[in-house]
């Protein structure tokens, strides 16, 4: 399985899984939804078919500091 790295390397970061590729996308601390549907939506269907699996990657002490801020 080959495996391309899109972007930076970040805290936060969404993989997508195909057949015979895995490409990694760079997500901000506060990513929506609709940011990884972007995402995936830049990657072509014809080159690299339907995804087997879609992970999602949040750092977690981006995750500590907005839990933090609804506790006050």
Do not use: N
Not at 7 to 24: A, I, K, Q, W
Not at 41 to 53: E, H, S
Not at 58 to 72: K, Y
């Amino acid at each position: 399985m080959q495996s391309a790295q899109v972007g930076t390397s970040s805290d936060c970061c969404l993989r997508v899984v195909f057949d015979r590729e895995v490409l990694s996308f760079d997500l901000a601390a506060g990513a929506t939804f609709g940011d990884v549907a972007r995402a995936l939506r830049t990657v072509p269907r014809k080159t690299y078919g339907k995804p087997l699996a879609i992970d999602v990657t949040v750092a977690q002490r981006a995750v500590g500091r907005g839990l933090a801020s609804l506790r006050r």
